[in-house]
Structure formats: structure tokens, C-alpha cells
Nanobody
Framework: QVQLQESGPGLVKPSQTLSLTCTVSGASITTNSYYWIRQPPGQGLEWMGVITASGTTYYSPSLKSRTSISRATSKNQYTLQLNSVTHEDTAVYYC??????WGQGPQVTVSS
């Protein structure tokens, strides 16, 4: 059974960097593609980016300038960094494996 668990702060101040880590169990992050997806309040799901099995990354054009996804294969974890956050980055943030398995999705609020 594949499980994903997001971890990171639930509150980030404007202009700072949002950082979330996804810990994967039951599958290797080197054999599938892993995504970050978010859902702002009252809105639909937004695809943010992906890191493939080979470690190649792709980002949403609207977020590309502020987003970075990396991984630690020894820990079977991958990390999202979103720079220069604003209130519009308040959302539930999900990590997902091939859109088949999802983490619980913590709420991250951007507020001073």
C-alpha cells in the first residue's frame, strides 16, 4: 500500500518561502512521477509541478518562476519550495503519486 504524507508549517508570512516535504512509503520515488497540487479556498485543483522517476522537473507556467521541486532519494522524500508567497498562495497542498495515491493535504495559510 502506497502512502504519502506531507509535512511543513501551516502558516507562512507574505514574501517568505513555503516549504513542504512529502514522505513516501510503499513505493520508490525513483520509479514513478510525483506531483504537487494545490486547492485554494473555493477554487478547483491546480497542478503545480512534477518530478519524474529520472528526477526531471516540470512546472506550471504560472508558477514556474517561484517554484522548485527536489528530492532526497535516500529518504524517499521530495520537497516543494514556493518563493515570495502572497495571500493568494493560501491553499490545501497535496502531494500525489501518478494521481493515483494522494497525501492528506495540509492547509497552508499565508498571513502576517
Amino acid at each position: 500500500q502506497v502512502q504519502l504524507q506531507e509535512s511543513g508549517p501551516g502558516l507562512v508570512k507574505p514574501s517568505q518561502t513555503l516549504s513542504l516535504t512529502c514522505t513516501v512509503s510503499g513505493a520508490s520515488i525513483t520509479t514513478n512521477s510525483y506531483y504537487w497540487i494545490r486547492q485554494p479556498p473555493g477554487q478547483g485543483l491546480e497542478w503545480m509541478g512534477v518530478i519524474t522517476a529520472s528526477g526531471t522537473t516540470y512546472y506550471s507556467p504560472s508558477l514556474k518562476s517561484r517554484t522548485s521541486i527536489s528530492r532526497a532519494t535516500s529518504k524517499n522524500q521530495y520537497t516543494l519550495q514556493l518563493n515570495s508567497v502572497t495571500h493568494e498562495d493560501t491553499a490545501v497542498y497535496y502531494c500525489a503519486r501518478e494521481f493515483d495515491d494522494w497525501g492528506q493535504g495540509p492547509q497552508v495559510t499565508v498571513s502576517s
